[in-house]
C-alpha cells in the first residue's frame, strides 16, 4: 500500500469518512522519501524499539516497522484508529496507543511495553505542541535518540548559537539536554493539507551529563528566562527580576564582570557555561554575605 500517494490517502481517507483537522496539526507526508529516510535516521535498528507520535495514516510508522523490533505509536485522534487497523495489518509488530502525548507518562509508557530496554522516540510532530511534546520527550529520560520533524524555524531556534537571531531559552533549555542536529529541510509541498511553513527533520541525542557543571539548575534558568523575557534589556537590567531583590545595579554590573562578562551585555550572547558561571557567582555572593 502507498502511504503517501496522494490518491491512496484520499481513497482511504474516504472510505472511513476521515477529514483532516487543522486543529489537531494533521499534515500527512506525500513523499515517501521522507518517512523512510526519518526512520532510517532514527536509531529503531540499533535500538530495537520506538515510540512514535501522531501516526497519522501511518507511513512512518511502516517504515519504523520494518526496522525496529517493536513499534509502540500514540496516536489523539479516535477517526484514526479503524484507518490505521486497515494500513498497518501487515505488520504484527507494533500497537497503537490511542492518548494525548502530552498526557502520558512517557517513562512508564516505556518501561511497560519494552520491559525498560533502550527504546528511540520519532515523530513527524504536530506544530500546536511542538515546545511541550520535545519537553515531554527530553524530560522523561527514557529515549536514547529523539528524531522528530519540526516546523523549520523551530529546528533552528533550537540549533542556534549564541549572539543569533535564532537563540532562544528554548535553545538553552534543549543544548542542556541533548545534543541537536537539523539532519535535513523538508518544503511544504511534501504534505497534504500543504501546510504554510517548511519544515526539518531534527535529532536530538539526549545527554548523559549536562553540558557544563551548575550548584543550582532552577537559578541558572530562572537567568535565562529573565533575561530572555527581556531580550532588548541588557543582562544589568533584564536580571532585576530574579536578583534585584538583594543586589543594586551596581552589584550585578560588578558581578557580571567578576565572571568576564561586559555590564552592558545581553543575555541573548552568553553561553550556557556563561549562564553556569553566572548563577554560581551569584551562589558565592550569598555564602559571602
Ligand atoms: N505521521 C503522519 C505523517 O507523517 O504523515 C501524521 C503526522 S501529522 C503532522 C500529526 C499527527 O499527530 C496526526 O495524526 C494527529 O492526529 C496526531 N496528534 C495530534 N495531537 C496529538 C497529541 N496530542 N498526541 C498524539 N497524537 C497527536
Redesign the pocket.
Known amino acids: 500500500m502507498g502511504l503517501c500517494d496522494i490518491e491512496e490517502i484520499r481513497s482511504v481517507l474516504g472510505r472511513h469518512g476521515f477529514h483532516f483537522?487543522k486543529s489537531?496539526?494533521?499534515?500527512?507526508?506525500t513523499d515517501a522519501s521522507v518517512?523512510a529516510r526519518i526512520a532510517a535516521e532514527s536509531g529503531a535498528e540499533q535500538y530495537k524499539n520506538a515510540v512514535e507520535?501522531?501516526?497519522?495514516?501511518g507511513?512512518?510508522?511502516a517504515e519504523l516497522c520494518g526496522r525496529a523490533e517493536r513499534v509502540v505509536s500514540?496516536?489523539?485522534?479516535r477517526a484514526?484508529l479503524p484507518v490505521l487497523d486497515e494500513t498497518l495489518a501487515a505488520f504484527d509488530n507494533v500497537e497503537v496507543v490511542q492518548?494525548?502525548?502530552?498526557a502520558l507518562d512517557l517513562a512508564a509508557l516505556v518501561r511497560e511495553k519494552f520491559g525498560g530496554a533502550e527504546a528511540v522516540a520519532c515523530?513527524?510532530?504536530?506544530y500546536y505542541?511542538t515546545t511541550p511534546a520535545l519537553s515531554a520527550l527530553l524530560d522523561c529520560g527514557a529515549f536514547r535518540r529523539i528524531t522528530v520533524m519540526v516546523q523549520r524555524e523551530v529546528a533552528q531556534r533550537i540549533c542556534a548559537e549564541p549572539g543569533s537571531a535564532a537563540y532562544s531559552a528554548f535553545s538553552i533549555y534543549v543544548q542542556y539536554r541533548a545534543a541537536a542536529e537539523i539532519l535535513f529541510d523538508v518544503p511544504a509541498e511534501c504534505f497534504t493539507p500543504r501546510p504554510k511553513v517548511d519544515s526539518a527533520v531534527l535529532r536530538l541525542t539526549p545527554l548523559t551529563e549536562p553540558p557544563v557543571k551548575v550548584g543550582n539548575e532552577k537559578q541558572m534558568f530562572a537567568l535565562v528566562r529573565a533575561a530572555f523575557n527581556m531580550r532588548r534589556k541588557t543582562l544589568v537590567n533584564a536580571l532585576g527580576p530574579v536578583i534585584g531583590g538583594e543586589m543594586g545595579k551596581e552589584e550585578i554590573a560588578a558581578l557580571l564582570e567578576s565572571v568576564g562578562l561586559d555590564a552592558r551585555i545581553r543575555g541573548e550572547r552568553l553561553s550556557i557555561a556563561d549562564y553556569a558561571r553566572l548563577s554560581d557567582a551569584i551562589d558565592s555572593k550569598r555564602e559571602g554575605r
Not at 500514540?74 to 485522534?77: A, P, R, S
Open positions: 483537522s489537531l496539526g494533521q499534515n500527512f507526508l518517512p507520535i501522531g501516526p497519522g495514516m507511513c512512518l510508522t500514540v496516536e489523539l485522534d484514526l492518548g494525548d502525548v502530552l515523530a513527524n510532530l504536530p505542541i
